[in-house]
């Protein structure tokens, strides 16, 4: 009875059938990392705003939370106002402790998110606020979970979904960047322009003076005979 043949094996450095598919969606994967909130102490009577760049038609989300000083029996007092670079008020919260928040950009812009203490200024006794932001903004805001019961996903779907609006995102963070680069390009051409024939005038301007004390001062050398 003859033996079977063993199975070839693979070349080394080539992937198998149905692994090269896998490496673009391991790296649009990688690149979505976890998104951490951000944690910082809010002294008393003081302000702190945090600013970020957001594209046109992006929905924002955001959840919140202040804590109360060690040992205050008062608990966190502070003041929440989010606004555009125009101050249009987005989100306003007095007296904030927690809470979550969601509006959609209508443009480019740099938002601010500012929270402002209401407590008394801080001594040994009476230490900072924590005050604790997790902002998401694009394909991180959406709520995937709530897309797949909606539309009754399977979970590689959903997943695929994701990879989709991720990869939509970053060609549109592609078309903005090279839109800038083409307003930025036709600045520099105009400005350069401008310079040229600024540089031209100038130029005139001083043949011209030079050539008429050239003719002023040999007049007065004549009328002073001088010169013949």
Known sequence: MPLPLPLPL???????LGQAPLLPLLLLLLLVGPVRPISFQLPGKARK???EEIHRDTLVT?????????????GPSANLKITDSAGHILYAKEDA??????FTTEDYDMFEACFES???VGTGRMPDQLVTLD??????????????????????????????????SIVNDFAYMKKREEEMRDTNESTNTRVLYFSIFSMCCLIGLATWQ???????????????
């Open 49 to 51: 705003c945090l600013r």
């Open 214 to 228: 050239v003719f002023y001062l040999r007049r007065f050398f004549k009328a002073k005979k001088l010169i013949e």
């Open 62 to 74: 955001g959840e919140y939370e202040i804590g109360a000083p060690p040992g205050s029996s008062t």
């Open 135 to 168: 902002m998401k903004h694009g394909v991180e805001a959406k709520n995937y979970e709530e897309i797949a019961k909606v539309e009754k996903l399977k979970p590689l779907e959903v997943e695929l979904r994701r990879l989709e609006d991720l990869s939509e």
């Open 10 to 16: 693979p070349l080394p450095g080539r992937p198998r």
């Open 97 to 102: 402790t927690k809470g979550k928040f969601a």
């Open 118 to 120: 209401k407590l008394p």
